[in-house]
């Protein structure tokens, strides 16, 4: 794959994945490296740049944890380089869309420090005066380590404070001289100071507020010792006091303070109290309260032994030296200590690394956990959390991951030198960069799956999942956490018994939650609720299609089926009860073959809404509404099977390859269709093919079709429609057989397959198929008119055997449509036309319609579309492009799993199967996210569920077709009859039993 193809995956950065997206521009920074490859010269990897939607990257610069790694991406395209955004900046007419510009540039750091200057000292002259101020605000965020550069920058900045420059420009030069300190940003701005403290206009005033409290954000001692001096001549010490006592003050201050109280109390003794003010000396003690530096105690125990106690002074001077808890200071560097207060470790080493400091940050955990970080001149030298025994850059994830809720303090402290025979290999940008990014998919995973304050606990899975060993790079890892989860547990007690980082944590549980590994916060009992009220839904789907065709009696199974999934998960005593009540009364419907009637269909859907009413509020009331309804409304009787023991020695009434199929075929599954928005589909599919079979007609007057395209022709109508009479003569068969009587309801559901039966032989001309279906209709007919005459409800056996006896004859002419039995060349054709219907099924816009015009069109091989040109397939059906290409994208994307003509053809099966797999079971998780939320009444949680479940549904097909190259029908049969959860589950123990026999014969091979 060429570098310039790999950012095709830039799509993900437009798509809010931005640690994912930077963590691939990393690789191919490091490919291009590897290939000694220009990206800057590579023509169309730059053109890529363009379209990284500048929305996205608007929001990504806002925060300012993400920052460092926008400038990842955006360092590697010249359309996003700081000159590009400067010059973009002196265009841009809206507020909003600089502030953003100006955002990106500030995520370059100190790499456009020397590019602001140059840009100040020039170009910034001549444009507008906003425009000097925006540069001003970027160096007021941007940390440099360079001391005589920043000094450059002070008197720039100070170059433009003229008289006539707009009040803005000056706060913001004042804001940003502070923000860069050192001697020479306090000299000019009490040089500046100076120059207005004795101006009295309103202007001059508001300014000298202003330098005031930059000199005090500068908290150097002489900064300090001029606003002492200002806040003192104006009376108003107090109102600094606050801000103050978060200053580290050094002893030179102190000794200034000293002398001014010591000045206060002789002016107050030599003046009888008429000059001098006690209130100030209390305020200036106050100012230093805080240290509790021994300069200061010796200064209050002066005060104590010097001053009378009638002095309020001497009390202040008691209170200091009695108080027990002074303030604490983890730095003397003004900013360091800011960060260490606020225990923001993150942005504390990012600071270190930026200025270039050289220190040692000591992290101690609430746990009493330590962690220890080493920097020279702004790079990495030595990390390590002796606890654990961890070093290097695991001890560097360990410590820089910590949140601030899990920190007790961090000391900034002097570190030694390091010698040349300690490590030096940490590469300090490229750790930050892995830093910020495992900090913000530990944010992302935080945010969507686990919650910090949540307990974990296994969930029972197939053992395939906990083969670590196979799945996984790190298996002793992911067995310990899986180990510990054998009780419920929180994080921080799975961090303390197996001593991980908390990114290593979170991966390895997102890993388990996306696998349905987890239970969390006790939500097993939830999860099986939503399981058997999900189940009840499913029930509720098949009831109704048992009320379009009563006489389908493999629905009948299907509800038992679904009962028994829902009593296997819960163990509520009342649904117990009501679940084996409602599964006995299908089963018995289905092995005797008694039809439900209107009566008893109400009452399987009333019973449902009350055992779903029951779920969500399990009241007493609610409990005997139920339980005294089953009870009153379904009689049980003994389900005794005769079937397969009836039809054991005949093939063509077991149920084989080609009623599987059918079965398949014909919306099996109550999932795929809403019965209550669907009428009969097979009727309308038949319709459509003869409509589109008299448009071919039209088409084609000038020729007629030989004997074989009219039977193909017949064939291909015929699959849309002939399901219900061939499963109505597989009943008459095995009723026959079991000595059962067969009802007459069969026909209300044959009676429209075999009118669109006829009238397709009549359109066609084929007069042999179509007398012989006439014969067929008026023995029906017959039975019809005897049964309204005498009540019956149950065919007549004389009448049973004309049936049989003219089906026969549809057999022997047309045995390809007709055949109970099929011929395995018959056999691999109605595979194909399967697998046909299930890819195309699997894109969005191809309803039945669609599918029809290609079948009937002779398109039922999987061939058919595999060579087919999107053109091709335009002419044909009348399609949009983009869909045809759809099509056969779907189509390819399956050809090595048909063909099989990949060496590595099992590896490969397995991978596309396991991956499917794994989508199917993040999107049932969304689907069960979707009905919590529709439940809590979120806003729009119905539509998504509405828009999620007929996607899971898609998602289960390409696993069907998988299963159908496989030839696994009884599996896919199986899985439709399924509540979802227990679908999960079959297809997992598939894949496991096909994963085993690989692994065996891998070994085999090796042996």
């Known amino acids: 794959m060429r570098i310039d193809q790999l950012l095709s995956l830039k799509t993900i950065c437009n798509d809010n994945f931005l640690y994912q997206s930077v963590q691939i521009f990393q690789i191919i920074t490091d490919l291009a490296g590897d290939w000694k490859i220009d990206l800057y010269q590579l023509e169309r990897f730059q053109e890529k740049g363009q379209l990284l939607n500048t929305q996205n990257i608007e929001a990504y610069v806002a925060s300012e944890q993400d920052r460092t790694l926008v400038k990842d991406v955006m360092s590697l395209f010249t359309c996003w380089h700081p000159q590009y955004l400067l010059s973009h900046i002196q265009v841009a007419d809206d507020r909003r869309t600089r502030r953003t510009l100006l955002r990106m540039l500030e995520c370059y750091g100190k ?89 009295k206009d309103r202007r001059a005033v508001d300014m000298c507020q202003k330098l005031i409290l930059a000199l005090i954000d500068i908290e150097l001692d002489k900064s300090l010792e001029v606003v002492i001096d200002f806040y003192q001549k104006t009376g108003e010490l107090k109102q600094i006091i606050e801000r103050f006592n978060k200053i580290f003050v050094g002893n030179y ?83 360091l200590q800011r960060f260490a207060i606020s225990k923001n470790l993150p942005k504390m080493v990012c600071y270190i690394v930026d200025a270039g400091i050289s220190c040692r940050l000591l992290v101690t ?66 750790l930050v960069s892995n830093g910020l990014l495992r900090r913000g998919e530990i944010t992302q995973i935080g945010s969507n799956y686990i919650q910090p304050d949540s307990r974990f606990r296994q969930r029972p899975v197939n053992i395939f999942y906990t083969s670590f060993e196979q799945l996984t790079d790190e298996p002793k890892k ?98 117990l009860y009501v679940l084996g009540v409602m599964r006995q009364f299908y089963l018995e419907h289905y092995e005797n073959r008694r039809v439900l009637v209107e009566n008893d269909l109400n009452a399987c859907l009333q019973a449902v809404e009350l055992s779903v009413n029951y779920i969500k509020h399990p009241t007493a009331e609610e409990q005997n509404m139920l339980v005294n309804y089953i009870q009153n409304n379904f009689e049980v009787r003994e389900v005794i099977s005769r079937y397969e023991e009836a039809f054991v020695d005949d093939p063509a009434l077991r149920t084989g390859a080609v009623e599987k199929i059918e079965n398949i075929e014909a919306n099996n599954d109550p999932l795929d269709i809403e019965p209550d928005n669907a009428s009969d589909l097979a009727t309308n599919d038949a319709l459509e093919a003869i409509n589109l079979l008299i448009e071919q007609e039209i088409e084609r007057a000038d020729t007629e079709f030989n004997q074989e395209e009219i039977r193909d022709k017949f064939d291909a109508v015929a699959s849309a429609c002939v399901k219900p009479l061939k499963d109505f003569v597989r009943e008459l068969y095995r009723n026959w057989k079991a000595s059962r009587p067969l009802s007459i309801s069969w026909i209300n559901l044959i009676d429209p397959s075999l009118t669109l039966l006829i009238n397709s032989a009549v359109t066609l001309g084929y007069q042999q198929i179509k007398a012989i279906l006439v014969e067929l209709q008026l023995v029906i007919n017959r039975q ?100 045809a290409e759809q099509i056969c994208l779907k189509f390819y994307q399956y050809r090595n799993m048909y063909y099989r003509d990949d060496p590595d053809y099992e590896n490969r099966f397995l991978a596309m199967f396991e991956l499917n797999l794994q989508l199917l079971k993040e999107m049932h998780t969304d689907v069960e996210q979707a009905i919590l939320e529709e439940e809590a009444e979120v806003l729009g949680a119905k539509e998504r569920k509405e828009y999620l479940k007929p996607e899971r549904q898609r998602m289960l097909w390409s696993l069907f077709i998988l299963l159908t190259i496989r030839e696994e029908y009884d599996l896919i049969q199986m899985i439709q009859q399924s509540v979802f959860d227990m679908r999960i589950k079959l297809l997992e123990d598939y894949l496991a039993k096909l994963l085993n026999a690989n692994n065996l014969s891998a070994l085999a091979a090796r042996d």
């Open 478 to 575: 992911y067995r310990a956490v899986w180990n510990v989860l054998i009780q419920d547990i929180t994080l921080m007690d799975i961090r303390r018994t197996t001593k991980l980082s908390k990114h290593e944590l979170y991966k390895i549980l997102l890993y388990f939650f996306k696998h349905k590994m987890l239970i969390i916060d006790g939500h097993k009992e939830e999860h099986k609720e939503l399981y058997v009220e999900d189940g009840f839904v499913m029930l509720e789907l098949n009831i109704r299609r048992i009320q379009r065709r009563t006489v389908m009696f493999n629905y009948y199974k299907t509800s038992g089926e679904i009962c028994a999934d829902l009593m296997r998960e819960t163990q509520d005593q009342v649904l």
């Open 784 to 883: 019809r008119t005897m049964s309204l005459a005498s009540r019956e409800t149950t065919f007549n056996p004389e009448i049973s055997q004309q049936i049989a006896h003219t089906y026969l004859k549809l057999c022997e002419l047309q045995p390809k449509t007709f055949a109970l039995v099929a011929s395995e060349a018959d056999l691999v054709e109605r595979k194909e036309l399967l697998l046909v219907k299930l890819i195309l099924r699997q894109v969005s816009e191809i309803d039945a319609k669609l599918i029809n015009k290609f079948l009937f069109a002779g398109w039922n091989k999987f061939d058919s579309f595999t060579q087919a040109t999107p053109d091709e397939i335009i002419r044909l059906a009348n399609i949009p492009k983009s869909l």
């Open 111 to 199: 790499d456009i420090y020397r590019m602001l200057l140059d840009e100040l000292a020039s170009n910034a002259r001549t444009q507008p005066w906003f425009y000097a101020r925006n540069i001003a605000s970027l160096l007021g965020k941007i940390v440099c380590d360079d001391q005589a550069i920043k000094n450059e920058a002070i008197t720039l900045l100070d170059s433009y404070w003229q008289k006539t420059t707009q009040r803005q420009l000056i706060y913001q030069i004042i804001t940003t001289i502070a923000f860069i300190g050192g001697d020479s940003a306090c000299e000019r701005l009490i040089a500046r100071f100076r120059q207005i403290e004795t101006e």
């Open 365 to 430: 955990t609430q746990d009493g956990v330590n962690g220890q970080i080493d920097f020279h001149r702004g790079n990495l030298w030595k990390v390590a959390v002796p606890n654990y025994q961890l070093t290097g850059e695991d001890a560097f994830y360990w410590c820089f991951l910590l949140e601030v809720a899990e920190i007790e303090y961090i000391y900034v402290q002097p570190a030694q030198r390091p010698t040349l025979m300690e490590n030096t290999e940490l590469v300090t940008p490229r």
């Open 253 to 335: 201050l102190v000794q200034v303070i000293a002398t001014k109280i010591w000045k206060e109390i002789q002016r107050q003794k030599y003046s009888f109290s008429l000059l001098g003010d006690a209130e100030t000396t209390i305020e200036l003690l106050t100012l230093i309260a805080h240290m509790k530096s021994e300069p200061v105690m010796q200064l209050c125990r002066e005060i104590i032994e010097k001053v009378s106690r009638k002095n309020p002074l001497v009390a202040e001077a008691e209170k200091i030296l009695n108080q027990e808890q002074p303030t604490i200071f983890y730095a003397t560097e003004r900013m």
